[in-house]
């Protein structure tokens, strides 16, 4: 059999084989405890506004109107409106960026919460100005509603009023 390189190997293992490793070298080594935090703590703390509003830009742009045709009209279970659809898969493709912006305010990661709400913001604002799909004629005003939701769930985390000041600022841009 032959042998894979150790750094290899360890890069190869996806998200649940490494927290699985992590797991147990945390159980198995609990002193290093503050180092394992520390190290976690900085992962997590990378979070780049203008990635998230790349991201967010980027899927939504991606989202092929060819899945709202197929999976509207009507179908063996009744009817699926094409307008209701569009806000669903609109709505599904932005959850994630949410759930990301809401583990970081559970984190008690006040400045991280705050980028991603701003990425979020400033991707819906980019995809409602520069969008050519033709998705984005199913649901225009998604984006509008979408921000004001980012908004509102950023508020549910607690943040100071200086960053809601700011996050709400953004909102009021042409």
């Known amino acids: 059999m032959d042998h894979i390189n150790k750094k290899d190997f360890i890069e190869s293992l996806d998200s649940m084989e490494s ?52 999976g509207s009209g009507s179908t063996r279970y009744g009817y699926v409106d094409p307008t209701d659809l569009s806000w669903e898969m609109f709505g599904d493709v932005l959850q994630p960026f949410l759930n990301e912006m809401e583990k970081s305010q559970k984190r008690n990661l006040p400045i991280e919460a705050k980028a991603y709400c701003c990425g979020i913001i400033k991707g819906l ?43 709400s600022k953004l909102v009021q841009l042409p």
Do not use: C
């Not at 100005?129 to 607690?158: C, M, R, Y």
């Open 19 to 70: 927290k699985q490793v992590l797991s147990w070298f945390y159980n198995k080594f609990p002193e290093l405890e503050n180092e394992i935090y520390d190290i976690a703590l900085k992962v997590v703390s990378q979070v780049d506004e203008d990635s998230i509003m790349a991201g967010v830009f980027q899927e939504l742009d991606m989202i092929d109107v060819d899945d709202l045709y197929d």
């Open 125 to 167: 604002q980019k995809y409602s100005k520069e969008s050519n799909s033709e998705f984005s004629d199913w649901a225009p005003d998604a984006p509008e509603e979408f921000i004001h939701t980012a908004l509102e769930e950023f508020k549910k985390g607690n943040p100071r009023k200086e960053d809601i000041a700011q996050v």
